[in-house]
């Protein structure tokens, strides 16, 4: 079997669904979806980056999104 070599950005156009890409420490990454930017406005927190936030700060996130 040949596997053609390219780059990640073609690869993830070529997909024919929605694709998540992430990095980081897994044991500490959370995925949420979100009906509005509210609880990232709320919390400082970026549109599509990563932050480095303490675990109080953690906490009362989780908190308000149950």
Avoid: C, H, W
């Avoid at 024919?16 to 992430?22: E, Y």
């Avoid at 970026?46 to 996130?61: F, N, R, S, Y």
Wanted: net charge negative; hydrophobic share 45%; no cysteine.
């Amino acid at each position: 079997m040949m596997v053609e070599k390219q780059t990640l950005t073609k690869t993830v156009r070529l997909l024919k669904s929605p694709a998540v890409l992430m990095f980081g420490n897994p044991l500490l990454d959370i995925v949420v979806q979100l009906e509005d930017e509210s609880v990232l406005e709320k919390y400082g927190l970026p549109v599509d980056g990563a932050a480095e936030i303490t675990e109080e700060k953690i906490q009362e996130l989780l908190a308000g999104l149950s």
